[in-house]
């Protein structure tokens, strides 16, 4: 086989411009090389962690498909096969009657096809071997010299357009990764370069500060985002950054004071690291929205405030309760027995009717007695649970009310507790404002093992339009629900009842 030196020379110019285009693929290099050298079928193979694996096949004809589908099924080893022998070697290489070699794992194939001759050559660049060049004819000259040399030029060429195409596609590869990261990202990053100016501004950080991606990308983060007040202060923190390299935030979770686009501001948790890159320094701020955090820390301490305001509460009507009325009946007892005890000797009858009204007296201290245990905890429910406790308030209730299913299970004391007071408070809500006689309480268990909850359910047919934002007595009973990590809900639309939920943790 001759070649001509010019031939050659076009063929190197032919594969510079496919290597020049955005894209260059390898079946058109494969096409220019062994089209112009007569070449009847060729393959690319490419260097991975796994193999070589065939990245492209090219041939003249269909009578050669078989080979090119056995080509593209194999993944060969170093030292495998024609392509793995010039891998480990780095050298090209010509072997005659390859149909014959079995050794080859496609030599089968190759006589099937007729493809008698094959010449290989590597693909390099100045990390080494990139991937593999191999072309099959049915010739068997031996190849000239120049083809070597131009093999080589060519393997040059080709190995380094690889690698850039390689490094180009980690690149976007990684690209992607960093922004599939962001995008989906719950806290806000907002990247900036040493002048703090925006790089990168992720979605969550659109959602939180009320700016779209292209409106916050090129413009300073301190005018953006940071409060006017905290923005000289800011500045100068970088600067002072950048200029002593020492750190006083980087790295920290601090909390500071973020401002949206509306202008309103608030709490934001703030982490700052320095991005590893080479050249000007650049900054990954990472920002979590703190208001619903506050806003719930300030709920949970107006809900112990009020819980301790109705636990002082209570104890002063207790106390008032029991001076005006137990403590009352109580002294006058006794002043009724200091005068039975001087009227017995002389007077047997008066100190008897005496002693009555002490009696008297003394059942009805009892009677207060029992009755104000009662409204701070019924006897039933401590000895028989919840459900004993529901049917002695249901016969004493103002309104009728009616039972629907409740378990007869005992529970921890608190929920017990909890669930029959926001039944009595629910019915006294009904008695007061429904303008109804009936009200229906419903309990039952819900949840998973481990995760049960008690229902309690009060209705009643009433007028509605009851304040959703609950009066004095449900609120003190949904502050107390809350301490168990409870809920309680009101639904009262007017004209249709109204229907009291609490959800109290097992």
């Not at 750190?247 to 709490?267: I, K, N, S």
């Not at 701020?285 to 009020?306: F, N, T, W």
Request: proline share 5%; net charge neutral.
């Amino acid at each position: 086989m001759s070649v001509d030196f010019a031939l050659l020379l076009r063929l190197e110019h032919a594969v510079a411009d496919i290597l020049a285009t955005p894209e260059p693929a390898g079946r058109p290099v494969l096409d220019a090389i062994g089209r112009a050298l007569g070449w009847s079928a060729g393959a690319m193979w490419q260097v991975t962690p796994g193999g070589l694996r065939c990245v492209a096949t090219w041939s003249t004809s269909t009578r050669f498909e078989a080979f090119e589908t056995a080509t593209h099924d194999l993944v060969l080893a170093r030292g495998e096969g024609l392509p793995g022998a010039v891998w480990q070697r780095g050298e090209p290489a010509w072997v005659r009657e390859f149909g014959r070699q079995a050794a080859f794992p496609r030599a089968a194939a190759a006589e099937r096809a007729g493809l008698s001759a094959a010449f290989c050559f590597p693909l390099r660049s100045a990390e080494g071997v990139e991937g593999i060049v191999e072309f099959f004819t049915s010739t068997l000259a031996e190849p000239p010299a120049d083809l070597v040399s131009t093999a080589k030029s060519l393997g040059r060429r080709i190995g380094d357009a690889l690698h850039r195409a390689r490094a180009a596609d980690a690149v976007r590869r990684s690209e992607a990764r960093l922004r599939a990261v962001l995008d989906s990202a719950l806290d806000c990053v907002v990247i900036a370069d040493a002048d703090g100016v925006i790089l990168e501004f992720n979605p969550a950080a659109c959602r939180t500060f009320g700016y779209g991606r292209d409106e916050a990308v090129g413009r300073e983060l301190a005018e953006l985002i940071v409060p006017p007040a905290l923005r000289e202060a800011h500045r100068q923190g970088l600067r002072r950054l950048l200029a002593s390299g020492r750190p006083r935030v980087l790295d920290q979770r601090v909390e500071t004071t973020g401002r949206r686009a509306d202008g309103t501001e608030f709490p934001v948790e703030l982490t700052i690291t320095r991005v590893a890159v080479a050249g000007p320094a650049v900054f990954s701020g990472y920002l979590r929205d703190l208001s619903d955090k506050h806003r719930v820390a300030e709920e949970l301490k107006a809900s112990r405030r009020r819980v301790l305001e109705a636990a002082v509460g209570e104890r002063q009507r207790l106390e008032r309760d029991l001076h005006d009325g137990a403590q009352q009946r109580l002294v006058g007892l006794g002043m009724t027995l200091a005068r039975a005890r001087t009227a017995l000797p002389d007077q047997p009858a008066r100190a008897a009717s005496i002693l009555d009204d002490a009696i008297t007296a003394l059942e009805e201290s009892a009677i207060e007695l029992r009755d104000l245990a009662r409204g701070i905890h019924p006897a039933s429910l401590t000895r028989y649970g919840l459900r004993a406790a529901l049917a002695d308030m249901a016969r004493r209730s103002p309104v009728d009310l009616r039972l629907g299913d409740v378990p007869a299970d005992r529970f921890p004391p608190a929920v017990e507790a909890t669930a029959y007071f926001v039944v009595s408070e629910a019915v006294t809500n009904v008695a007061r404002y429904a303008g109804t006689g009936t009200a229906r309480v419903d309990v039952a268990m819900s949840g998973t093992p481990g995760a049960h909850q008690l229902l309690v359910t009060v209705t009643d047919d009433g007028r509605g339009g009851a304040d959703a934002g609950l009066g004095s007595g449900l609120r003190g009973l949904a502050d107390r629900i809350a301490l168990l990590d409870g809920t309680l809900t009101v639904d009262s639309p007017v004209g249709a009842g109204t229907t009291v939920r609490a959800s109290i943790p097992l």
